[in-house]
């Protein structure tokens, strides 16, 4: 790694993403008996989640992933996944029960700690592919380091028109390939 990039990655490690408001915590779970998806009017199309497909994951031979719960004042309100994949831990899919950005905010600034927790994390990584998505993280101490276009094929443009898809690294191979 060039000098530049350290130095850069370093001030960058000692920002802060500000506290977790009040009332908001995560717990590490081994499996998972049910799942909050995104309310139904939830304005980005999003891939369904059950707990079946979510348990799956956290058998991945190829990536070591965990299980967190999201709670608000108690409640289980949703969850996320986070993937180790070399260094780097992923947060390869959050969900919350709920279109509110500031709650959203919350759930990706406990998956961030939750990561750098891990000891053998050297870099906490994650992807938005909404405008919420990428303010949530944003404000949550994420830099943007780049984007890559999603392709959905659609020929007869069903699609056409629709707002971004809500689309995170389980949806593709990003959460346990190596690059």
Not at 24 to 38: G, R, T, Y
Not at 87 to 109: F, K, L, V
Not at 138 to 150: A, E, I, K, Q, Y
Request: charged share 20%; aromatic share 10%; glycine share 8%.
């Amino acid at each position: 790694m060039g000098t530049g990039r350290l130095v850069r990655n370093t001030v960058w490690s000692r920002s802060s993403a500000g506290p977790n408001p009040k009332g908001w915590s995560s717990l590490a779970i081994e499996s998972f008996a049910s799942v909050s998806n995104c309310p139904d009017d939830y304005p980005f199309p999003t891939p369904w989640r059950d707990a079946e497909h979510l348990n799956h994951w956290l058998r991945c031979p190829t990536a070591e992933v965990r299980g967190y719960h999201v709670l608000h004042d108690g409640s289980v309100v949703g969850y996320f996944l986070l993937s180790r994949v070399g260094g780097q831990t992923r947060i390869a899919d959050i969900r919350i029960s709920s279109g509110d950005p500031r709650n959203w905010a919350a759930a990706y600034r406990l998956a961030s700690r939750a990561a750098a927790e891990l000891p053998e994390t050297c870099e906490v990584l994650a992807v938005a592919s909404t405008p919420s998505a990428n303010a949530s993280l944003t404000s949550s101490g994420f830099r943007n380091r780049g984007s890559v276009p999603l392709f959905l094929y659609d020929p007869q443009k069903k699609l056409a028109g629709t707002p971004p898809m809500f689309w995170n690294m389980i949806d593709g191979d990003a959460a346990y390939l190596e690059d």
